[in-house]
């Protein structure tokens, strides 16, 4: 059974202070492995896809990378509307291809 | 296009009452996704279709949750004698093709049972 663990489950940051939250993930076979913003009662907002050990993407102060067993979400001097929950989804290859989502990081970014 | 579109945003209903949610998917997007999110959880797989057809259901969805996704356009989720353990919010997303590019999220329909 696919699994995901994202750690830590919460975090609190000065702005400017850099951190990374931890996307750990069990699978037989990734196909994919995805971050979402998830902002207070609203949907998940697509942030980025990642395919293979090595891979990076950015975008603003978001920098996500990706090894053979876990993918990392880097802050780098975020701001107070920085502040989300964090969601992590793995699409593993073969079947439906049907991510599944870890229980996410809940960030808050003190001004 | 304006992006996945939820209704109602919000329902209370008490238990035993059947609900109904509705989905309009980005129109171009061929598949289209329900979840159930708890606090402080991820979002929960319920069932997906692609075009009209309904192609799988997680196991945990009881025999009270139904869908449908006539002609391919807009889905409903209908909810037979509520329960207080199913109040949550039901999210719904729409891909074109298995989502390589990620998933659109709708603002979801939260739901309370009394």
């Known amino acids: 059974e696919d699994q995901v663990t994202q750690s830590p489950e919460a975090l609190r940051l000065q702005e400017g202070e850099s951190s990374s939250l931890n996307c750990s993930y069990t699978?037989?076979?990734?196909?994919?492995l995805f971050w979402y913003r998830q902002d207070p009662g609203k949907g998940p907002e697509f942030l980025f896809t990642?395919?293979?050990a090595g891979e990076e993407k950015e975008k603003e102060r978001l920098k996500a990378t990706l090894t053979k067993k876990e993918s990392f979400l880097h802050i780098t001097a975020p701001k107070p509307e920085d502040s989300a929950t964090y969601l992590c989804?793995?699409?593993?290859?073969?079947?439906?291809?049907?991510?599944?989502f870890g229980r996410g990081t809940s960030l808050i970014v003190h001004p | 296009d304006t992006g996945v579109s939820q209704n109602p945003r919000h329902k209370i209903t008490k238990r035993g009452q059947n609900v109904t949610f509705r989905c309009d998917p980005i129109?171009?997007?061929?598949?289209l996704y329900w979840y159930r999110q708890t606090l402080g959880q991820g979002p929960e797989f319920l069932t997906y279709?692609?075009?009209?057809?309904?192609?799988?259901k997680s196991r945990l969805l009881s025999d009270r949750f139904s869908a449908e996704r006539p002609k391919g356009s807009f889905s409903t989720l209908e909810i037979q004698r509520t329960e207080q353990g199913d109040s949550a919010m039901y999210l719904c997303?729409?891909?074109?093709?298995?989502?390589?590019?990620?998933?659109?999220f709708g603002s979801g329909t939260r739901l309370t049972v009394v």
């Open positions: 997303a729409s891909s074109l093709d298995q989502g390589g590019y990620g998933y659109t």
């Open positions: 990642l395919y293979s």
């Open positions: 989804a793995v699409q593993a290859s073969g079947g439906s291809y049907i991510p599944t």
């Open positions: 129109s171009e997007h061929n598949r």
């Open positions: 279709f692609q075009n009209e057809a309904q192609l799988e």
């Open positions: 699978v037989s076979g990734l196909r994919g």
